[in-house]
Protein backbone atom coordinates (compact mmCIF):
# COMPACT_ATOMS: atom_id res chain seq x y z
CA UNK A 1 0.00 0.00 0.00
CA UNK A 2 2.71 2.63 1.18
CA UNK A 3 6.44 2.17 -0.38
CA UNK A 4 8.90 2.28 2.34
CA UNK A 5 9.95 5.90 1.74
CA UNK A 6 6.68 6.95 2.05
CA UNK A 7 6.43 5.29 5.87
CA UNK A 8 9.45 6.38 6.75
CA UNK A 9 8.18 9.86 5.65
CA UNK A 10 5.26 9.12 8.03
CA UNK A 11 6.63 7.73 10.88
CA UNK A 12 9.33 10.67 10.93
CA UNK A 13 6.55 13.13 10.35
CA UNK A 14 4.53 11.18 13.34
CA UNK A 15 7.48 11.51 16.10
CA UNK A 16 8.09 15.11 15.46
CA UNK A 17 4.89 15.76 15.88
CA UNK A 18 4.41 13.58 19.09
CA UNK A 19 8.07 15.31 20.63
CA UNK A 20 7.21 18.55 19.47
CA UNK A 21 6.38 20.73 23.13
CA UNK A 22 3.15 22.37 23.56
CA UNK A 23 3.05 25.88 22.87
CA UNK A 24 0.71 26.82 26.19
CA UNK A 25 1.43 30.44 27.16
CA UNK A 26 -0.09 29.49 30.55
CA UNK A 27 2.23 26.81 31.34
CA UNK A 28 4.12 29.14 33.39
CA UNK A 29 1.24 30.73 35.11
CA UNK A 30 -0.11 27.14 35.87
CA UNK A 31 3.11 25.59 36.83
CA UNK A 32 3.98 28.43 39.41
CA UNK A 33 0.51 28.13 40.91
CA UNK A 34 0.53 24.80 41.18
CA UNK A 35 4.57 25.04 43.19
CA UNK A 36 3.20 27.80 45.39
CA UNK A 37 -0.29 25.43 46.37
CA UNK A 38 2.04 22.50 46.27
CA UNK A 39 4.51 24.82 48.95
CA UNK A 40 2.08 26.38 51.04
CA UNK A 41 -0.69 24.01 51.02
CA UNK A 42 -3.51 26.81 50.11
CA UNK A 43 -5.08 28.12 46.92
CA UNK A 44 -4.56 31.68 46.26
CA UNK A 45 -7.24 34.35 46.16
CA UNK A 46 -4.65 36.98 44.55
CA UNK A 47 -2.85 37.49 41.36
CA UNK A 48 0.49 37.56 42.83
CA UNK A 49 2.31 36.41 39.61
CA UNK A 50 0.92 39.51 37.70
CA UNK A 51 2.48 43.15 37.72
CA UNK A 52 -0.85 44.24 35.21
CA UNK A 53 -3.86 42.74 37.50
CA UNK A 54 -2.03 42.79 41.02
CA UNK A 55 -5.90 43.50 42.65
CA UNK A 56 -7.20 41.07 40.75
CA UNK A 57 -9.34 38.74 43.20
CA UNK A 58 -10.42 35.39 41.88
CA UNK A 59 -11.27 32.14 42.64
CA UNK A 60 -8.83 29.32 41.23
CA UNK A 61 -10.74 26.69 39.51
CA UNK A 62 -7.82 25.05 37.74
CA UNK A 63 -6.37 24.55 41.40
CA UNK A 64 -5.77 20.85 41.38
CA UNK A 65 -4.69 20.71 37.77
CA UNK A 66 -1.88 23.26 38.45
CA UNK A 67 -0.81 21.04 41.51
CA UNK A 68 -1.25 17.54 38.95
CA UNK A 69 0.85 19.49 36.54
CA UNK A 70 3.85 20.85 38.80
CA UNK A 71 4.00 17.32 40.71
CA UNK A 72 4.39 15.91 37.15
CA UNK A 73 7.02 18.24 35.79
CA UNK A 74 9.08 17.73 38.97
CA UNK A 75 9.05 13.61 38.45
CA UNK A 76 9.51 13.34 34.86
CA UNK A 77 10.71 16.30 33.56
CA UNK A 78 9.42 18.77 30.82
CA UNK A 79 10.42 16.38 28.23
CA UNK A 80 8.22 13.97 29.79
CA UNK A 81 4.99 15.95 30.10
CA UNK A 82 5.36 16.67 26.55
CA UNK A 83 5.47 13.41 25.81
CA UNK A 84 3.09 12.61 28.57
CA UNK A 85 0.13 15.11 27.37
CA UNK A 86 0.73 13.80 23.96
CA UNK A 87 -0.01 10.30 24.51
CA UNK A 88 -3.12 11.37 26.44
Do not use: A, C
Request: hydrophobic share 45%; proline share 3%; no cysteine.
Amino acid sequence: MFSLKEKLILIFIGITIILTPSVDPDFGWHYKYGEWIVTNGQTLRDNIFSYTMTDYHWTDSYWLFQVILYVLTKLIGPFGLSLFFSII
